[in-house]
């Protein structure tokens, strides 16, 4: 056996030689981001090594330079273990996402028809139709928003509504790869991997649940989850079979009601479990309880709403009715897939700035840049557009400050002067990510209305979801063509409605109740048989 060290989490395992380096670091417990599920088709899972550095794969040798290969960066998923290594694993692999858990509804709920009622008997609750206790005061409600990059959550007395604290973690699900399909394809390979899905995502609900009760679990009466199809199956453990091939129906669109320990939840004795109903294959009990949220707060009689993730769900709103649609965007705006993508942390770029050639950032906590996040994405694009540095194609333009570096183009963003750290770098495959998610997010968008017979202009007001969403600037969005150019008035950014939802239902009744008529009512438009999607993505994409 092998031994490692992985830095600068200091853990330390063995492996057998010939191992490959990303399986190892996943069964060790090293968080090293693969967006790509390992395929070898990204750089998320760069790492740099001292030791027994192995020769770089074939791949690896396409994706470095001679200086970085000496210098010892290969990726995990190319590198099988030949000896002794010390392995470091790059900032912005392991950074907590600053963004998560700091928005998403009112601190506290006005609560119709609670969930929660007091028995006769001291310490004892009603929540539903069960009898829990004895408590040492009053029930607590865990509210669960279970996205694909990350997982946000909220404490809430179920007596008062009040919002007591929130948490937030990355889905370890990401080690798998950063979309749900290579997620459910490695469920569907091997039983193993179905378990290990379903437990990471319980552990950090777990693990959330002890921060933020101080380890008072036991105060905790029922979690209510909401999340995309995909995220919900994976995590409650259902038939996924159907939702990897077409019409891609769910095992299970009903809201489900349980048991807490039934899922290895350990919190107050008999605590519930709530999941949200879904609407189809890809449009889950998150987008259900966005537009819940939406509802309630909108009173324009034409309005749509985009939450913008690794899968966007879209919905709009037209004379009472509700139409839906799901575009694959990829991670792209989550940092995912990008040459030098992250989530939202400390050292990651949120802005760009491109003025007579030089290149100005703003990095989150004024650290040395070490990614870039979702907002940056959006920046550095609109200042190529608008830099004339890249053109209706999206092709980089050959005049500084892009570079071209072999065959591949590329706008350096930032250089470590001790050249310790690779450069954070902004590339021609790049901009192609961003085209196809902001043209498949357009073109979905574009399909509603053209179902609705309703144009751009008809949009009252175009509610914008979700942590990516809260922090964009919108004068940049419209630029490289993700959202409409509306009047800026018209344009409401929410932060995490989806959030805000399921808090709502985790204590209320009246709430539960009407989100679920809602998702029944919900007209869901199937994307990827529809030509009018097709011709729209293709339009979309140019710049």
């Not at 805000?500 to 009744?509: K, M």
Request: proline residues 5%; aromatic residues 4%; hydrophobic residues 45%.
């Amino acid at each position: 056996m092998i031994p490692l060290s992985f830095q600068p989490s200091g853990i330390t395992c063995e492996a057998e030689k010939g191992a490959l380096l990303l399986d190892v670091a996943r069964r060790a417990g090293v968080r090293v981001e693969s967006a790509c599920a390992g395929r070898g088709i990204c750089k998320s899972c760069i790492i740099r090594l001292e030791g027994v550095v192995p020769p770089p794969s074939a791949a690896d040798l396409e994706r470095f330079n001679d200086d970085e290969l000496g210098a010892g960066w290969r990726r995990a998923c190319q590198t099988r273990i030949e000896g002794p290594l010390t392995v470091h694993v790059p900032a912005k692999s392991y950074a907590a996402n600053i963004a998560l858990g700091q928005d998403g509804g009112d601190a506290q709920i006005v609560i119709e028809d609670p969930i929660a009622r007091a028995t006769d008997e001291p310490g004892f609750w009603q929540i539903g139709s069960e009898v829990l206790g004895p408590l040492d005061g009053p029930p607590l409600a865990m509210a669960v928003d279970l996205g694909t990059t990350n997982i946000a959550a909220a404490l809430i007395d179920m007596t008062s509504g009040v919002l007591l604290k929130t948490g937030a973690a990355t889905n370890p699900q990401s080690a798998f790869g950063a979309d749900v399909i290579s997620r459910l394809g490695a469920a569907h390979a091997t039983e193993d991997n179905k378990s290990t899905l379903r437990d990471a995502v319980m552990d950090a609900i777990a693990r959330l649940a002890q921060k933020m009760t101080g380890g008072k679990t036991e105060s905790i009466a029922l979690v209510a989850l909401a999340g995309n199809t995909a995220m919900q199956h994976l995590a409650m453990d259902w038939p996924i079979d159907s939702l990897l091939s077409a019409p891609y129906e769910p095992a299970i669109t009903a809201p489900f009601d349980g048991r807490a320990a039934d899922m290895g939840l350990t919190f107050a004795k008999g605590a519930l479990l709530y999941v949200a109903p879904s609407i189809a294959g890809f449009v889950g009990g998150d987008h259900v309880t966005s537009l819940y949220e939406t509802m309630l707060s909108t009173r324009a009689t034409c309005w749509a709403m985009l939450d913008i993730g690794t899968n966007t769900e879209i919905g709009l709103f037209k004379d009472g009715k509700l139409t839906s649609v799901s575009c694959a965007s990829g991670p792209a705006f989550e940092g995912g897939k990008l040459s030098c993508g992250m989530r939202a942390a400390p050292g990651a770029v949120e802005a760009v700035k491109i003025v007579d050639q030089t290149v100005s950032l703003k990095v989150i906590r004024d650290k040395d840049p070490v990614g870039i996040c979702g907002s940056g994405v959006v920046s550095v694009m609109a200042n190529l557009m608008r830099a004339g540095l890249v053109n209706h194609r999206g092709r980089l333009q050959p005049r500084k400050p892009v570079e071209c570096e072999g065959r591949q183009r590329e706008l350096v963003l930032w250089r470590d002067p001790t050249q310790k750290a690779l450069p954070v770098l902004f590339t021609q495959d790049d901009v192609r990510n961003v085209q196809v998610a902001k043209a498949a997010i357009r073109a979905g968008l574009d399909c509603l209305l053209s179902h609705r017979d309703l144009a751009d202009e008809d949009i009252q007001c175009l509610v914008i979801a979700g942590a990516f969403g809260r922090y964009i600037d919108i004068d940049e969005a419209v630029q490289i063509g993700l959202f409409p150019d509306l009047p800026r008035d018209r344009i409401l950014q929410v932060g995490n409605a989806a959030a805000a939802g399921i808090r709502r239902l985790s204590v209320c009744n009246k709430a539960r109740s009407e989100a679920h008529d809602l998702a029944r009512s919900v007209l869901y438009l199937e994307l990827a048989s529809d030509p009018r999607f097709q011709r729209a993505f293709i339009l979309r994409s140019k710049l």
